[in-house]
């Protein structure tokens, strides 16, 4: 699922994603950068990740399906998904879960 963070109204300078129903516990937190010279190549495992692209823009696979993300935009990956994330120039993005 991704969450669309153009569409979310800022109310008082705060926009709010709603992941209540979407997440346990955050135990792994990480910046990255990823380039055309260095993609997240595909991969699934077992936990919950949620990425929040800070800059530039990508396009992620999720199972197959593909979709353009940019700032602001919040992706939600269920266990076992099968996921990778690449850019024409670059993005910078947090992943957590």
């Not at 969450?3 to 979407?22: H, Q, T, W």
């Not at 990480?30 to 692209?53: L, M, V």
Request: aromatic residues 10%.
């Amino acid at each position: 699922m991704i969450i669309n963070g153009s569409a979310i109204p800022e109310v008082n300078l705060r926009k709010g994603y709603e992941i209540r129903d979407a997440q346990d516990r955050i135990d792994h937190f990480a910046e990255r950068i990823t380039t055309p010279a260095n993609p997240f190549e595909p991969e699934k495992h077992g936990e919950q990740r949620f990425w929040y692209i800070l800059e530039g823009e990508a396009t992620v696979t999720i199972d197959g399906h593909c979709s353009t993300v940019g700032p602001t935009d919040l992706i939600l990956l269920a266990p076992w998904t099968n996921h990778s994330l690449r850019a024409d120039k670059w993005v910078r993005w947090i992943c957590f879960g």
